[in-house]
């Protein structure tokens, strides 16, 4: 059964930083690229981040998070991480763990993720 644990979301004020966590079990976790995902309210669920299986290839960033979020993945612990810094209003979302390999692709329940102005 595939499941997700996601945790690090929260109120942070603009400039401030989080650090999202997801722990995931079920699959053969390093077989699969990971991603985030965020979706804010009236808008479509849109890629933030994602890092290849390995974790050896060049990770995939949204134009509008480069240079201040950072996705990486610990592959003994089954975990992927978001590190988000510089944060702005427009960066309020829920926030999705997703991995696909194929046309397989699982999602995480969502960590709501606020920044106040």
């Known amino acids: 059964q595939v499941q997700f644990v996601e945790s690090g979301g929260g109120l942070v004020q603009s400039g401030g930083s989080l650090r999202l966590s997801c722990a995931a079990a079920?699959?053969?976790?390093?077989?699969?690229?990971m991603s985030w995902y965020r979706q804010a309210p009236g808008k479509e669920r849109e890629l933030v981040a994602a890092i290849s299986a390995g974790g050896g290839a060049t990770n995939n960033y949204a134009d509008s998070v480069k240079g201040r979020f950072t996705i990486s993945r610990d592959n003994a612990k089954n975990a992927v991480y978001l590190q988000m810094n510089a944060l702005k209003p427009e960066d309020t979302a829920i926030y999705y763990c997703?991995?696909?390999?194929?046309?397989?692709?699982?999602w995480g329940q969502g960590t709501q993720v606020t920044v106040s102005s």
């Open positions: 079920g699959f053969t976790f390093s077989m699969y690229v």
């Open positions: 997703s991995a696909n390999r194929g046309t397989l692709r699982y």
